[in-house]
Nanobody, 114 residues
Framework: QVQLVESGGGQVQPGGSVRLSCVAS????????MGWYRQYPGKQRELVAIITTNGTPDYADSVKGRFTISRDNAENTVYLQMSSLRPEDSAVYYCYVRTLFTYWGQGTQVTVSS
């Protein structure tokens, strides 16, 4: 059974930084892409950033230039470096992994406030 474990969420001041991590294990098929989505209360989950196994990243317009997605050499861990954080970045962030199927992490809360 595929397992995704997220870490790194918490409270940060506006303009600050936080780094999210997600470790995927027991993937029986090759990973095609890993990424991060976020969800505001009462809203649909939306794409933040995604990276393919060949290293090609893509970002939502709202985070371009502020967030950086990356993965480790084993291609089983994805990171999201979040900088210049704004209050509107406050949300639950979900790790996303796509193989033949789609898997989601449990979500981690990021709160940007003074």
């Amino acid at each position: 059974q595929v397992q995704l474990v997220e870490s790194g969420g918490g409270q940060v001041q506006p303009g600050g930084s936080v780094r999210l991590s997600c470790v995927a294990s027991r993937t029986r098929f090759s990973i095609k892409a890993m990424g991060w989505y976020r969800q505001y209360p009462g809203k649909q989950r939306e794409l933040v950033a995604i990276i393919t196994t060949n290293g090609t990243p893509d970002y939502a317009d709202s985070v371009k230039g502020r967030f950086t997605i990356s993965r480790d050499n084993a291609e089983n861990t994805v990171y999201l470096q979040m900088s210049s954080l704004r209050p509107e970045d406050s949300a639950v962030y979900y790790c996303y992994v796509r193989t033949l199927f789609t898997y989601w992490g449990q979500g981690t809360q990021v709160t940007v406030s003074s």
